[in-house]
């Protein structure tokens, strides 16, 4: 599909990696929602997964790894214009970034996280991340992963984060529409997506998740926004697994919540730069 967001560089994934289903995905969604690149700002970490926004032409920002977090919100909030997306592995959001993560949701300023979740360390060539599944053999964990596996679901949902979802690198047609969801949504909103690492994760291939997964919102009566319902939902892991809108909560974001922030962007409000000299003498 060629789109106004196309750049024109080769990504420099494995072939088969889930990665580029996602960059169709978050390309698609961008196009379907009418954004322009002028009004879109991408902010990833370091990682495979981090390198998506290198091969969008739009506004975008490579932080640190585990860093994106911050960086996305510090946009949003100087321009609250943009549609700001931050895109990062699961090492980058739950391991590096965790603390970042926990703190961004109870935050919840208005942007989506995607998370590219492929259970293991990428780009450093196949560690443990915090979600690989207990008793993974990788070349560090030799003799299988002793870590309790990090369940980003149930802990977004603990912390009350207004939009939970997961998705598929292997469903484009799901994975777009959710990305559209996210996007819409008012506060911070989290598309943990399952993504096969072709090189470096046998177990959990594009085979193993199509045999687990399915749509949540294709059973009957399953409400989102029923809150211990949803944990339940979240603690799924296995043999089945859901995809889809798990817990939405609709509240007041962080964008609605400051005056300030109530006019123009802050980038468009008159400052005053000679009033931080006076301050800063008054202090130093
Ligand atoms: C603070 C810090 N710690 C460690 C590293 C080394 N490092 C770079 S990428 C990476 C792992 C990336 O894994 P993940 O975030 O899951 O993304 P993936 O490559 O799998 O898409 C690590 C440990 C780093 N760059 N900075
Ligand atoms: S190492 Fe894994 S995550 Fe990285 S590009 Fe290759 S398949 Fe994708």
Known sequence: MSTVFDNNTKPAWCPGCGDFGILNAVKKALTELGRAPHQVALISGIGQASKLPHYLNCNVFDGLHGRLLPAAQGVKIANKDLTVIAVGGDGDNYGEGGNHFIHAIRRNVNITLLVHNNQVYGLTKGQASPTSDLGMVTKVQHDGVLLT????????????????????????????????????????????????????????????????????????????????????????????????????????????????????????????????????????
Not at 166 to 177: I, V, W
Not at 196 to 207: D, E
Not at 244 to 266: E, T
């Open 149 to 284: 596996p990090f369940n980003p679901m149930a802990i977004a949902i603990a912390l009350d984060c207004g939009f939970v979802a997961r998705s598929f690198a292997g469903n484009p047609a799901h994975l777009t529409d959710t990305i559209k969801q996210a996007v819409n949504h008012n506060g911070f909103a989290l598309v943990d997506i399952l993504q096969p690492c072709v090189t470096f994760n046998k177990i959990n291939t594009y085979k193993w998740y199509r045999e687990r997964v399915y749509d949540i919102g294709k059973e009957a009566g399953y409400n989102p926004s029923d809150r211990l319902k949803a944990f339940a939902k979240s603690l799924e892991w296995g043999d089945k697994i859901p995809i889809g809108l798990i817990y939405k909560k609709d509240k007041a974001s962080y964008i609605d919540s400051v005056s300030v922030l109530q006019d123009k962007p802050l980038v468009n409000q008159p400052h005053q730069p000679e009033k931080i000299t006076d301050l800063l003498a008054e202090f130093v």
